[in-house]
C-alpha cells in the first residue's frame, strides 16, 4: 500500500519558518519524482516545487528564494524548507510521487501564515 504522509504544517507569522515532510512507503522511492503543490483557499492546486529522481530541482516563481526543497532517500523523505513565509502563502500543501503513469497524493497539511 502506497502512502504519502505530509507533516510540519501549522501557524506562523509572517517572515516566519516552517519545514513540511513528506514521508513515503510501500514506493521505490529513489526512482520517483517528488514535488510539493499547495491550494490556496478558494483557489486550484498549483505546483510550488520539484525534485527529480536524479535531484534536480524546480521552482515556482512566487517561492523561488524563499523555499528549498529537497530529499532524504535512505529515509524515503522529502522536504520543502520555508523561509520569509508571506500570508499569500497560505494553503493545503500536498505532497506528490511520479514514476511514469504513477501518481500518488499524500492527504495534506494545513499552513497558515498570519499575525
Known amino acids: 500500500q502506497v502512502q504519502l504522509v505530509e507533516s510540519g504544517g501549522g501557524l506562523v507569522q509572517p517572515g516566519g519558518s516552517l519545514r513540511l515532510t513528506c514521508a513515503a512507503s510501500?514506493?521505490?522511492?529513489?526512482?520517483?519524482?517528488m514535488a510539493w503543490y499547495h491550494q490556496p483557499p478558494g483557489k486550484q492546486r498549483e505546483m510550488v516545487a520539484v525534485?527529480?529522481?536524479?535531484?534536480?530541482?524546480n521552482y515556482a516563481g512566487s517561492v523561488k528564494g524563499r523555499f528549498t526543497i529537497s530529499r532524504d532517500n535512505a529515509k524515503n523523505t522529502m522536504y520543502l524548507q520555508m523561509n520569509n513565509l508571506k500570508p499569500e502563502d497560505t494553503a493545503v500543501y500536498y505532497c506528490?510521487?511520479?514514476?511514469?503513469?504513477?501518481?500518488?497524493w499524500g492527504q495534506g497539511t494545513q499552513v497558515t501564515v498570519s499575525s
Open positions: 510501500g514506493i521505490l522511492f529513489s526512482v520517483y519524482d
Open positions: 506528490k510521487g511520479t514514476y511514469y503513469v504513477n501518481n500518488y
Open positions: 525534485i527529480t529522481s536524479d535531484g534536480v530541482t
